[in-house]
């Protein structure tokens, strides 16, 4: 069963396209399988047996710890993201682990030496790699400049049509997201006080442009956004 689920969870990822039948056969001999629930910490970066993880299903967070113990977000992680050891070098981030958001979550992973040997076979794959690496340190540091070059207010509607582009259940133009993020959470990826982002919620629910709960967040009419 889990063999199976392997297969179809690599063959479904743009990453393994380049890959034959048989050679992503090949690979469900040494790629891991796990699911995890809701606050389950998935690695630490300071681990040492280094991993490379492909989120199938679900969302995590990657966050760090600061000197006063408190957690802040680095990256959110959904569905079709790589996550960990991705630059393939021995340097680590202190203090920083994944944490699942979403009520479950479905993984596969490599052990990097098993992922680096992959890649010396594969050319074809070593290349997709590096493209897909690319545009992951792209979109950060569009974040990055997002954050420098906008107010909290403009930031967090960037965020939200971003997260409905990757996950939102889109009829016409309204869309629904699956609100697996705290308001803590929020302010912290678009880096401004939980005050602040809880003010800005409702103003957006104010002006009729979502509604909010725990649950889920609405988009009545996605032009409004």
């Known amino acids: 069963m889990y063999e199976e689920l392997k297969y179809w969870y690599l063959r ?52 760090s710890v600061d000197a006063d113990g408190n957690e802040i977000i680095r990256e959110i992680i959904q569905k079709g993201d790589l996550f960990g050891e991705l630059e393939l070098d021995s340097q680590k981030s202190a203090n920083e682990y994944a944490k699942v958001l979403s009520d479950e979550v479905s993984i596969c992973s490599f052990l990097m030496s098993d992922f680096e040997d992959l890649l010396l076979r594969h050319p074809q794959l070593a290349l997709t790699y590096t493209k897909f690496v690319g ?15 906008k107010d909290a207010k403009s930031r967090l509607r960037q965020f939200l049509l971003d997260w409905i582009e990757k996950e939102g259940k889109i009829e016409g133009d309204s869309a629904t997201l699956e609100n697996y993020l705290t308001q803590n959470d929020i302010a912290q990826i678009i880096c401004t006080s939980r005050q602040t982002a809880v003010q800005l919620l409702n ?18 009419k996605l032009s409004l956004l």
């Open 203 to 220: 103003e957006l629910e104010s002006d009729g442009i979502l509604s909010y709960s725990r649950r889920e967040i609405h988009f009545p």
């Open 12 to 63: 479904d990822h743009k990453l393994f396209r380049v890959l034959s039948f048989s050679q992503i056969k090949q690979l469900c001999i040494i790629v891991g399988f796990k699911k995890a629930a809701k606050g389950e910490i998935i690695y630490f970066s300071d681990s040492d047996v280094p991993r490379i993880f492909l989120l199938k299903r679900g969302a995590i967070k990657i966050v």
């Open 135 to 149: 545009l992951k340190m792209k979109r950060i540091r569009n974040n990055y400049t997002n954050l420098v070059s």
